[in-house]
């Protein structure tokens, strides 16, 4: 007889942290079925804050990498409209 049971939890490398620990015996065999939970805005904020918050000391090299890939992005859509 197999039960189902649902449990949310956050994928680590090949292993699933999850947030309550299920009432199971420890060695059961499982299925796992990934159903992703896609990000709300203020997560989605929140990363973006993080990943520009990281490269604050270096905001000119981070100009100047954007401005080249603006430059870049220009190039390749003149060239493929040839």
Known sequence: ????????????????????????????????TIHQIPLTDDQRRNRLESLFGSCADEAESLDEFMEWNGLQRKH???????
């Open 76 to 82: 390749n859509r003149n060239g493929s409209q040839q």
């Open 1 to 32: 007889m197999s039960t189902q049971h649902t449990y949310r939890g956050t994928l680590h490398g090949s292993s699933v942290q999850l947030e309550t620990t299920p009432n199971l015996p420890n060695g059961l065999e499982v299925v796992v």
